[in-house]
């Protein structure tokens, strides 16, 4: 131990620089393995979307022609069987995500949560049921979509299957909350909501992971931090039955049928097969008013390629790292040997040999690494949240990046004093 502090003593500038190029080092590799940590789970994503044709079914339901189709009160329990019916399918992928802003009573959040903050509008509280309702981001998502990208829950629970099943009995939803939300709200709380007209009971059951992304029919990669995440929600009994006792429930129920039909298909099949396979399915329910917007795979494709690229970058960069931190440290360290060569010396003398002194300048690199390690650990772990699995994930590559670099360094060592003779220098 002794030695190792002569040997900082010997060289505080070149030792300083050393750790300043490892502490510049490692911050800039718990960066990029954050960043990388995402582009995983984007590429894990990308390879569900990639090839994938992407077909948006949507009602023919508008003015007078929906009228009259509901007119007939079990046109609903037809609309929310065919839905169900349609989740089902084998065939294809039924995706659906409808972007419906709701209003939440007593809102703990700020401005930033409103649906038009981004485009410099924002709606201010009204006053319904007693209290005070704002407007914020929310999307109705169904199973699919938690599945096709990924989405990882950071605490609590994903929904269920139960969990899509609406029932009149009850009146509340499970509410997924974006990792923003966080600060506000905790597991377990309630809040009161306002859906097409209808007010409703919210049980929060879990927050997003940061940077949580969902590909939509409008936006390739939507950010969900500041949304609310509904469930695209079914109707678990015949919706009729509840609107012969509660008739001023008929905007919630209609509005809640045909956001959650008017949703994406996603397949490899052509677009007459999945013309033929949805008018099949369409027919026993006797439910014609519908079109099907033809095939989009360019986007998808597009940014699943894209995604692929970000992943090869990130690998280069971090190549590009290893080599630039291996250049500078065996400048430092030539510098540093022969600078010290009257040290060694003196070491002789007191009774060390070559390869002692050999070891001891290793250990001086493990000491500045470790340093240059632990120092960015806290700052960064506060920024990544403290994910367990992204500073796993440091831990692991930095340990083999310095272990590798060792190896470099010993053999580099050994050849800098092959050519550096100090026992002739001790025989002067």
Not at 6 to 16: E, H, M, S, Y
Request: aromatic fraction near 14%; glycine fraction near 4%.
């Amino acid at each position: 131990m002794k030695t190792l502090k002569i040997l900082f003593k010997q060289n505080r500038l070149l030792n300083t620089i050393a750790i300043l190029v490892s502490i510049l080092f490692f911050s800039l590799l718990y960066i990029l393995v954050v960043n990388l940590n995402q582009a995983n789970i984007d590429l894990d994503t990308a390879k569900k979307f990639k090839g994938v044709n992407v077909y948006q079914i949507s009602d023919d339901l508008i003015g007078e022609r929906e009228t009259e189709y509901f007119a007939n009160i079990n046109s609903y329990d037809t609309l929310n069987r065919l839905n169900k019916k349609l989740n089902q399918s084998e065939d294809f992928t039924y995706y659906s995500v409808t972007w419906q802003p709701i209003y939440v009573g007593d809102f703990k959040g700020d401005e930033k949560f409103d649906p038009y903050y981004n485009i410099g509008r924002e709606s201010p509280p009204h006053e319904m049921n007693g209290k005070p309702f704002s407007g914020i981001l929310s999307v109705q998502v169904n199973d699919s979509v938690f599945e096709m990208n990924n989405l990882k829950i950071k605490e609590g629970n994903l929904f269920s299957e139960d969990d899509y099943l609406y029932d009149t009995q009850t009146e509340t939803i499970p509410l997924i909350l974006g990792y923003d939300y966080q600060r506000y709200y905790q597991i377990g709380d309630s809040v009161d909501i306002f859906l097409y007209d209808k007010y409703l009971k919210g049980n929060i059951i879990g927050f997003l992971e940061p940077s949580q992304r969902i590909f939509t029919a409008n936006e390739p990669e939507l950010v969900v931090d500041k949304y609310v995440l509904m469930p695209a929600l079914n109707f678990k009994n015949d919706p009729s039955d509840s609107m012969l006792n509660s008739p001023e429930n008929e905007l919630f129920v209609r509005a809640t049928l045909l956001s959650r039909f008017n949703s994406l298909l996603l397949t490899q099949q052509s677009p007459l097969e999945i013309k033929k396979l949805v008018e099949d399915i369409s027919k026993e329910f006797g439910f014609s008013d519908y079109q099907i917007i033809g095939a989009n795979g360019l986007k998808i494709n597009t940014l699943a390629n894209m995604t692929e690229a970000n992943v090869t970058l990130i690998f280069i960069v971090i190549f590009i790292l290893f080599l630039l931190m291996l250049f500078t440290y065996f400048m430092t360290l030539s510098i540093k040997v022969k600078k010290n060569i009257d040290v060694y010396t003196v070491f002789l003398i007191c009774g060390a040999n070559i390869e002692t002194i050999k070891r001891y300048v290793g250990r001086e690199f493990i000491c500045i690494s470790i340093i240059g390690l632990l120092i960015p650990i806290l700052p960064f772990m506060l920024i990544s949240s403290g994910s367990i699995n992204i500073f796993m994930m440091y831990l692991i590559i930095s340990i083999v990046f310095t272990l590798v670099v060792h190896f470099f360094v010993r053999r580099y060592i050994q050849k800098l004093f092959n050519k550096i003779d100090i026992v002739q220098r001790l025989k002067r």
